[in-house]
């Protein structure tokens, strides 16, 4: 199973875009399911997890009050809602399925099956 992320694309500084997470090969409703991002040179940024059922999550202090996740089982898709985007959020972003189904987890080590990514673009 290969988790692969898409809606990444060019969007203006204090604009939104809407990210999704979708399974090839497989379902994704039973899986604790992280959203994390990179830029050259540094390590995958965790920013926000999802438990299973929906009901509960756990983001980053850095992206609090402007991205969210959520998930619809019934589409077997996680998405991360970001607002309010700011050029520092440049980045490919990645969603992984959590080892342990904990979503406490924030280190990357503790995912795993993730994809190629999605290139988001914060600028004017």
């Known amino acids: 199973v290969q988790l692969q992320a898409s809606g990444g694309g060019l969007v203006q500084p204090g604009g939104s875009l809407r990210l999704s997470c979708a399974a090839s090969?497989?379902?994704?409703?039973?899986?604790?399911i992280g959203w994390f991002r990179q830029v050259p040179g540094k390590d995958r940024e965790f920013l926000a997890a999802?438990?299973?059922?929906?009901?509960?999550?756990n983001r980053a202090d850095s992206v609090k009050g402007r991205f969210t996740i959520a998930r619809d089982n019934a589409k077997n898709t996680v998405y991360l809602q970001m607002s309010s985007l700011k050029p520092e959020d440049t980045a490919v972003y990645y969603c992984?399925?959590?080892?342990?189904?904990?979503?406490?987890?924030?280190?990357?080590?503790?995912?795993?099956?993730w994809g190629q990514g999605t290139q988001v673009t914060v600028s004017s």
């Open positions: 999802i438990n299973v059922s929906g009901v509960r999550t």
């Open positions: 992984a399925k959590n080892i342990r189904g904990n979503f406490y987890q924030t280190s990357a080590s503790d995912y795993t099956y």
């Open positions: 090969g497989g379902t994704i409703r039973n899986y604790v």
